[in-house]
C-alpha cells in the first residue's frame, strides 16, 4: 500500500510540476514526460504529449521516440480511438524520418511506417506498396525486419492479383527480394560458422555462446520468410511460368545480351536447365559475348562430366557473380562424391558453403561421406567408430546454418552419435580426453569426450 501510494503521490507531483511549465518552460516540460515515458506511466505521458508537440516541437527529437511508445501501447492495449492512435503513431514516425535523420535508423522507421499503413489500412493497397518498394530500393542494407519483409511480399501479390503489377514486375520484385535475404541469411551464418569453429577449439566465450543463439533465432525468422515467400511469389517462379513466358520473345531477343543474361539468371535459379529455352539462350549469348556465366550454362548442359568440370571451372576463373559460386563449388562436389573422389568433393564442397555461409547442404553431404568411411579412417574398431563424431559434428554444423535443414541434420547428428563409441567404450579402451587425428582423406581430429 505504501509503494501504491508513493506512486500516486509522484504522479500528482509530476502532473503538478508539468502544469506549471506549461507557460513556456520546454526543458522542464519534456524532462517530467520523459520521465513518465521511462516508467512506462504511458497513461500520464500521453496527457502531456500533445502540449509539448503544440508549445515545444523542435525541443528534443525524445518527444517523438517517447510518442512511438506511447501510441503503441494505446493500441495494444484498445486504449481511446484506434483511429486517432493510428494517425498519432504515423506522426510520430514520420516526425523523426522528416526531421532527426541524423537520430535515428531512417529505414528501419520507414519499415516500420509500412507496416502500420498496412495493419491499420491507411492508404491504398497501392500506396502501401509502393511505399515500402521505395523504402527497399533506397535502403535496402537496412531493410531486415522479417515482419516488414514479409508485409512487402504481401503487398506484391496483392498488387500482382489486382493486376497493378504484371508477372514480369512480381518476378523482379521476388528476384530482389530473395537474393537479399539471402545475403542477410549469409551474413549470419557466416557468423555461426566461425563461432562453431571455436567453439570446437575449446576457446568460445560465454558472450560469443549467446551471440550464436541470437543468430540462429535470426537465421530461423529469415528461414520462415523465405517459405512463406517461396509458398506465394516463388510458385508463379517456376518452369512453367518461365519457360512460356520468355519463349515467346526469344526471336526477338535472341540478339538482346541484356534479355539473354536476365533469362538464364531466372532459369538457372530455377533448375529450368534442360529446356529447350534455356540451351537456346546460353548458345545465343555465349555466341555474343563469351563469359564466365555463358560458361556456366554450358557447363550445366555438357553431356560428359569432364566437359562439365572443365566449362564450371572456366566460369569461376572468369569470375561469375557471386551468388553462382555456390552453386559451380556444390555441382563439382556431387560429381566427385559420386565418383568416390571423397577428399576433393570435401574440398568443393567447403568453398560452397565458404561462397554461401546459410548453405548448410555442404555440411550434411560431407557427414555422410565421413560416415560410409568408418572401415577406411583409424587404426582400431574403436578409431574406426570415432570418425562418426566428425560426421555429427559436420551434421550439426549444417543444422546451426540452415534452418530449413535443421531437423533432418539433427536427425543425422544423432544417428552419427549413436554408432560412435558409448561411454562404456570410452572406459574400457582408456580414451576418455585423448585427441585421435585421423590421417584419411578426412583429415580432422576429434577429442574423445569424458563419460
Same mark, same amino acid.
Given at each position: ?10 504522479l ?6 508539468? =502544469?506549471? @511549465? ?11 514526460? @520523459?520521465?513518465? &515515458?521511462?516508467? /512506462?506511466? *504511458?497513461?500520464?505521458? *500521453? ?12 525541443? !528534443? ?10 501510441? +503503441?501501447? $494505446?493500441?495494444?492495449? %484498445? ?12 506522426n ?8 532527426? @535523420? ?12 509500412? $507496416?502500420?499503413m498496412?495493419?491499420? %489500412? ?21 531493410f531486415?525486419d ?14 500482382? /492479383? ?13 528476384? =530482389? ?17 566461425e563461432?562453431?569453429?571455436?567453439e ?27 517459405k ?37 539468371? $531466372?532459369?538457372?535459379k530455377?533448375?529450368?536447365? +534442360?529446356? +529447350?529455352?534455356?540451351?537456346?539462350s ?34 569461376? !576463373? ?6 553462382y ?21 570435401? $574440398?568443393?564442397?567447403?568453398? @560452397?558453403?565458404?561462397?554461401k555461409?546459410?548453405?548448410g ?14 572401415? !577406411? ?6 578409431? /574406426? ?27 543425422? &547428428? ?5 554408432v ?13 580426453? /585423448? ?17
Amino acid at each position: 500500500m505504501k509503494l501504491k501510494n508513493t506512486i500516486l503521490f509522484s504522479l500528482v507531483v509530476l502532473g503538478f510540476a508539468f =502544469a506549471k @511549465a506549461q507557460s513556456g518552460d520546454c526543458n522542464t516540460m519534456l524532462s517530467i514526460y @520523459a520521465e513518465n &515515458a521511462k516508467a /512506462k506511466n *504511458y497513461d500520464e505521458a *500521453y496527457k502531456q504529449l500533445g502540449q509539448l508537440v503544440q508549445n515545444c516541437p523542435d525541443a !528534443s527529437p525524445a518527444i517523438y521516440q517517447y510518442g512511438e511508445r506511447i501510441y +503503441e501501447h $494505446r493500441l495494444k492495449k %484498445k486504449i481511446g480511438d484506434q483511429n486517432e492512435n493510428v494517425k498519432g503513431l504515423m506522426n510520430m514516425l514520420e516526425t523523426q524520418i522528416n526531421k532527426y @535523420a541524423d537520430k535515428i535508423n531512417v529505414t528501419k522507421k520507414k519499415v516500420e511506417l509500412g $507496416r502500420v499503413m498496412y495493419k491499420y %489500412k491507411q492508404g491504398t493497397q497501392s500506396d502501401q506498396f509502393n511505399y515500402l518498394n521505395e523504402t527497399f530500393t533506397s535502403g535496402k542494407e537496412d531493410f531486415t525486419d522479417p515482419n516488414g519483409l514479409i508485409t512487402y511480399f504481401k503487398l506484391a501479390e496483392k498488387e500482382y /492479383k489486382a493486376n497493378a503489377l504484371n508477372l514480369e514486375d512480381l518476378f523482379n520484385v521476388y528476384d =530482389a527480394l530473395t537474393e537479399h535475404l539471402d545475403n542477410v541469411s549469409n551474413e549470419r551464418s557466416k557468423i555461426v560458422s566461425e563461432l562453431l569453429d571455436k567453439e570446437a577449439e575449446g576457446t568460445i566465450t560465454e558472450d560469443e555462446k549467446k551471440n550464436i543463439e541470437n543468430q540462429e533465432k535470426n537465421l530461423k525468422n529469415y528461414g520462415i520468410v523465405m517459405k512463406s515467400v517461396n509458398g506465394t511469389i516463388g510458385s508463379l517462379a517456376d518452369c512453367d511460368n518461365l519457360i512460356p513466358l520468355y519463349s515467346k520473345d526469344f526471336d526477338a531477343n535472341k540478339s538482346n545480351m541484356s534479355w539473354l543474361k536476365n533469362v538464364l539468371g $531466372r532459369l538457372q535459379k530455377k533448375d529450368c536447365t +534442360e529446356s +529447350e529455352l534455356y540451351v537456346n539462350s546460353v548458345k545465343a549469348l555465349h555466341e555474343l559475348q563469351p563469359s564466365a556465366m555463358t560458361a556456366y550454362g554450358l557447363g550445366n548442359i555438357a553431356k560428359t562430366n569432364a566437359e562439365k568440370l572443365k566449362y564450371w571451372d572456366e566460369a569461376l !576463373s572468369l569470375g561469375i557473380d557471386q551468388k553462382y559460386v555456390a552453386n559451380i563449388h556444390y555441382k563439382k562436389a556431387e560429381l566427385l562424391r559420386k565418383q568416390g573422389s571423397f577428399g576433393k568433393a570435401k $574440398r568443393e564442397y567447403i568453398l @560452397a558453403n565458404q561462397a554461401k555461409p546459410s548453405f548448410g547442404l555442404p555440411f550434411l553431404r560431407i557427414a555422410g561421406m565421413v560416415a560410409q568411411s568408418t572401415n !577406411s579412417c583409424g587404426n582400431t574398431p574403436f578409431e /574406426k567408430r570415432a570418425v562418426n563424431w566428425i560426421a555429427a559434428r559436420y551434421a550439426n554444423k549444417a543444422a546451426s546454418v540452415d534452418p530449413t535443414l535443421r531437423s533432418t541434420a539433427a536427425k543425422a &547428428a544423432a544417428s552419427y552419435n549413436g554408432v560412435a563409441p558409448s561411454n562404456q567404450d570410452i572406459f574400457l579402451a582408456g580414451m576418455a580426453g /585423448k585427441r585421435i587425428t585421423f590421417s584419411c582423406w578426412v583429415g580432422e581430429s576429434v577429442t574423445v569426450p569424458t563419460p
